[in-house]
T-cell receptor
Framework: DVKVTQSSRYLVKRTGEKVFLECVQDMDHENMFWYRQDPGLGLRLIYF???????EKGDIPEGYSVSREKKERFSLILESASTNQTSMYLCASSFSDRGAEAFFGQGTRLTVV | AQSVTQLDSQVPVFEEAPVELRCNYSSSVSVYLFWYVQYPNQGLQLLLK??????LVESINGFEAEFNKSQTSFHLRKPSVHISDTAEYFC??????????FGSGTKLNVKP
């Protein structure tokens, strides 16, 4: 079974803290994604990586950065957490073949207080 | 640019009744279409997908979706729902670069 593992299910952080969300996949997928899920808005793409050290901005990259030093690991970084970044964060991965499906982690519910 | 519209945010339905969850997309290029399901406090799981060929695709648990190119739609249907189908359903599209764009989701609430 494909496994996408996010390091935390729940996190509570203070405003202004630097926050790291980690994601690891075990299927040798080329592509990895970070999404943010908010009620009524669905999933919005924050960042996308198609190879080690390669990244592209998604639709809502402001306030976030990412790191992909190894193929299996994709980190999302909140440089200075703010309350409007309270959300569910979902990591996903896929092969680079056309039409390949995405596999998702369980999600990290982040609360910024 | 691609976008996905799910017209219904919530769909209440009684057990054993049929259901249709609507999805429309806009894209200037060929797309691949997916339906994902999310049960409470879980990540998303693939329900079914359309890549090419037959426009009707089926899942193992009785759902089906039909790709309609002229109407740019990919509606999800089930002839008889169960309580266990209660979940949120997301329609998604991807193109050649495999970025996935999701709709806003439809919460299916199956009542006894």
């Amino acid at each position: 079974d494909v496994k996408v593992t996010q390091s935390s299910r729940y996190l509570v952080k203070r405003t202004g803290e630097k926050v790291f969300l980690e994601c690891v996949q075990d299927m040798d997928h080329e592509n990895m994604f970070w999404y943010r899920q908010d009620p009524g808005l669905g999933l919005r793409l924050i960042y996308f990586s198609y190879d080690v050290k390669m990244k592209e901005k998604g639709d809502i990259p402001e306030g976030y950065s990412v790191s992909r030093e190894k193929k299996e690991r994709f980190s999302l970084i909140l440089e200075s957490a703010s309350t409007n970044q309270t959300s569910m964060y979902l990591c996903a991965s896929s092969f680079s073949d056309r039409g390949a499906e995405a596999f998702f982690g369980q999600g990290t519910r982040l609360t910024v207080v | 640019a691609q976008s996905v519209t799910q017209l219904d945010s919530q769909v209440p339905v009684f057990e054993e009744a049929p259901v249709e969850l609507r999805c429309n997309y806009s894209s200037s290029v060929s797309v691949y279409l997916f339906w994902y399901v999310q049960y409470p406090n879980q990540g998303l799981q693939l329900l079914l997908k359309y890549l090419s060929g037959s426009t009707l695709v089926e899942s193992i648990n009785g759902f089906e979706a039909e790709f309609n190119k002229s109407q740019t739609s990919f509606h999800l249907r089930k002839p008889s729902v169960h309580i266990s189908d209660t979940a949120e359903y997301f329609c998604a599209v991807s193109s050649n670069f495999n970025k996935f764009y999701f709709g806003s989701g439809t919460k299916l609430n199956v009542k006894p």
